[in-house]
């Protein structure tokens, strides 16, 4: 089973930056698998729950939202088990509670793709 946690979100003014962290934990027996992958959705209120990002732990291979691409950067870290979502150029529309996801089936923008889910962590840009 993995345990997933987020971190890094808060209240930043239009055109600032923010940079999330998920770390991964009893992550090993996972990451063995070299169909796993990270990513991060969001979900703005009244809203659906909506891929931002993913990445492959084996080749780091990356998939953005186009309405993220050339702002956001996903990376990882081996030795921390963790996973970056890096956010510039922010627009009050990326204001949403931002889910760190994890899946041992291949690299998916599918929601229903991802077997484990963070809490959540709140990211709100003002105008």
Do not use: H
């Not at 998939?63 to 890096?86: E, W």
């Amino acid at each position: 089973q993995v345990q997933l946690a987020e971190s890094g979100g808060g209240l930043v003014q239009a055109g600032g930056s923010l940079r999330l962290s998920c770390a991964a934990s009893d992550a090993p027996s996972v990451i063995i698998f070299s169909n796993y992958a990270m990513g991060w959705f969001r979900q703005a209120p009244g809203k659906e729950r909506e891929f931002v990002t993913t990445i492959t732990w084996v080749g780091g291979r990356t998939y953005y939202a186009d309405s993220v691409k050339g702002r956001f950067t996903i990376s990882r870290d081996f030795a921390q088990n963790t996973v970056y979502l890096q956010m510039n150029s922010l627009r009050p529309e990326d204001t949403a509670v931002y889910y760190c996801a994890a899946t041992s089936r291949g690299a998916t923008p599918n929601r229903n793709g991802y077997d484990y889910w963070g809490q959540g962590t709140q990211v709100t840009v003002s105008s």
